[in-house]
């Protein structure tokens, strides 16, 4: 079996029992809440990567970041024959603003990301069912339980509907 590599950049933003995520339209993640963030751009530097992809996705500027670590989890597809192996690094996050000041429609109708907009998650309601790897590692870590082995996912659905947030 093959596996392939993919390393991202990713955002943590934790207020009030609530978790700032992104609802993608697309990939493996399609329709479930991810954390903002993704790849880097050629001669990025990861926080570029970080403040860059938090705006493109949530329309919020970032005003501080600390905490950097790296969790990983291989992913293989339901019916795929390779498996992902996904590397984040991890950011904790201060946004600038309470309200969005990027149109994210925009940005998706120029191909820059793959977000419809972001949503504060309550950790609770936070599932595999319908969050990203990213999101379910976080959730762990902040309630108290990180995950810091390899974490496999071997039949990994990929959703074809919106999940709910009640």
Known sequence: MEIKKHFGVYAVCFENGK????EKTTGPYQYRYD??????QLGE????????EVMEETGFTVRSYSNPRIYDVFVREELINFMLHHIMALYDIEINEKASQVNISETIS????DSLGYVWMDIQKITEENAS?????????LLGFPELDKTS????KVNDEKPTSS
Do not use: H
């Open 19 to 22: 978790l700032l995520c992104i």
């Open 35 to 40: 954390l903002p963030g993704g790849s880097q």
């Open 45 to 52: 530097g990861l926080t570029e990567t970080l403040i860059r």
């Open 110 to 113: 120029d191909g820059v990301n």
């Open 133 to 141: 790897q990213e999101v379910l590692k976080v959730k762990a870590e």
């Open 153 to 156: 996912y071997m039949n990994w």
